[in-house]
């Protein structure tokens, strides 16, 4: 489900021409492909490298399948991330392509070359019939990634019990299995004052998608989202007898997502978006932001934070200032032709125990186009937010706009290369000491120190 929404997403961004051929041949009108080849290439890539068997593959086409292997495509050509066609099967958790790429390579060179990344997939999807497909296919099942990660060692990371036992029946090496342990508040490592790095990586950032991360003002409370499968759940870990626990799941539903965490000043409330409809049993609905209360056995059950700060459109991440003002962003005023690519900030005042009726920014923040992701902090002196600008550095970007002493917000400023990249880099977060700044980017959490800001002012 993920990975198939990212296809489909990227044809916003292509030429109108590639954008008809991508999407032809997902729906598998070999008229109109083979009118589109006479002034297209057949060897068409989309903006992430993608081939148009690829696409095929994604949106089970066997007739456009199989005319674009007749054509001549190579069924293991690598798009940006290095992923085949036969990647794109393990991820979907589709045989029947699986099998006809594997019949079709010329030698086993496959194993060797895909094998492993191929496996890793199978593990992150938690699909067993894939993981015992691929072992049975003899792929090296010890090999480390990246990251230094084996299969078992990331399916240990993720609970995935059975896919761990029948890794270990195979022949899983354990002691290639790293133990990672943290310690000190905010996970003890400093990050650089000059460049970004990944933040706990194997702990918290590992080979699942990690984003919307958030600490208490303490540093001894960590909170962030995980996409699992297309479906978003919320994890916590905390530093407890001088070492930070494994990560478990707090909020997660079989329906519905939850992500973009954030407390409230006192901490007492932890606040995110949602899908949840309303009465918590119908159908997945625009995305409101919802709560939840701690107590003495944890958290609550999600509660909707109401009509003064939700409506019939989407609202996206939270964050408050320390007088409990709450930032965030939403589609609402956006025309419906531009409704997925045009939010804007607001702020709304909270009073007498009620949020009042937000006020979006001013032009100095927002535009006509992408403005979401908002970080305000405690004093209202900055915020930092997420936006899709042509002069931006890669498909979307931090900017960064402090309080002048008029109240008004200073024209926002691009963060710089040191923090955006030409990936997409949202969910800021700066932590309660005002020192650290914490932020999602290519699917994983990265962090820098806040020293870098004094540059903008």
């Known amino acids: ?115 492993p990344s191929l496996l890793e997939i199978a593990v992150l999807e938690k699909d067993t019939i894939f993981v015992h497909t691929l072992l049975e296919n003899d792929i090296d099942l010890n090999a480390t990634n990246e990251r230094g990660s084996t299969p078992l060692e990331i399916s240990y990371r993720m609970n995935a019990n059975d896919i761990s036992k029948m890794l270990l029946e195979y022949g899983a090496d354990q002691s290639k299995v790293r133990r990672i342990h943290l310690t000190g508040k905010f996970m003890a490592e400093n990050p650089s004052e000059s460049q970004s790095k990944m933040f706990a990586p194997n702990f918290i950032s590992t080979e699942e998608q990690e984003f919307g991360s958030t600490f208490n003002d303490a540093g001894t409370e960590f909170f962030y989202a995980v996409d699992v499968n297309g479906k978003y759940e919320i994890r916590t ?119 009042q009726k937000p006020k979006r920014l001013s032009d100095a923040i927002n535009t006509q186009g992408y403005e979401a992701d908002v970080f305000v902090s405690s004093d209202e002196s900055y915020l930092i937010f997420c936006s899709t600008r042509d002069s931006g550095f890669g498909k979307g970007d931090l900017f960064i706009s402090f309080k002048k002493t008029d109240g008004n917000w200073t024209e926002a400023k691009n963060m710089g290369k040191e923090i955006n990249t030409e990936n997409y880099e949202y969910c800021p977060f700066v932590t309660g000491d005002g020192k650290h700044l914490l932020f999602t980017s290519n699917q994983d959490i990265y962090w820098i120190s806040t020293a870098l800001f004094q540059r903008w002012k």
């Open 1 to 115: 489900m993920r990975f198939l929404l990212f296809f489909l997403l990227c044809l916003f961004s292509l030429t109108a021409q590639a954008q008809n051929i991508q999407r032809t041949v997902c729906q598998g009108n070999m008229d109109r492909l083979d009118s589109l080849l006479i002034e297209e290439e057949v060897t068409v890539l989309d903006n992430r490298g993608r081939s148009l068997l690829h696409w095929a593959v994604a949106c089970k086409q066997k007739e456009a399948f199989d005319f674009l292997v007749k054509e001549g495509l190579n069924i293991n050509a690598q798009d940006f991330s290095d992923e085949t066609p036969m990647h794109i099967a393990v991820r979907f958790g589709n045989k029947t392509f699986y099998d006809l790429l594997v019949e079709l390579q010329m030698n086993e060179d496959w194993k060797m070359e895909f094998g």
């Open 237 to 355: 870990s905390v530093f407890q007898d001088g070492f930070w626990s494994k990560p478990k799941v707090i909020l997660s539903h079989e329906v519905y997502g939850y992500n973009d965490p954030i407390l409230t000043p006192d901490e007492s409330q932890l606040y995110f978006i949602s899908n949840r409809a309303l009465d918590g049993i119908s159908d997945k609905k625009d995305i409101d932001i919802w709560y939840v209360n701690r107590t003495n056995d944890g958290w609550s059950t999600p509660i909707n934070a109401g009509s003064n700060i939700n409506s019939s459109d989407n609202e996206y991440y939270i964050s408050f200032t320390h007088e409990g003002t709450m930032y965030f962003s939403s589609n609402i005023n956006a025309p419906d032709d531009r409704k997925n690519n045009d939010y804007d900030i607001y702020a709304a005042q909270f009073i007498n125990g009620e949020y």
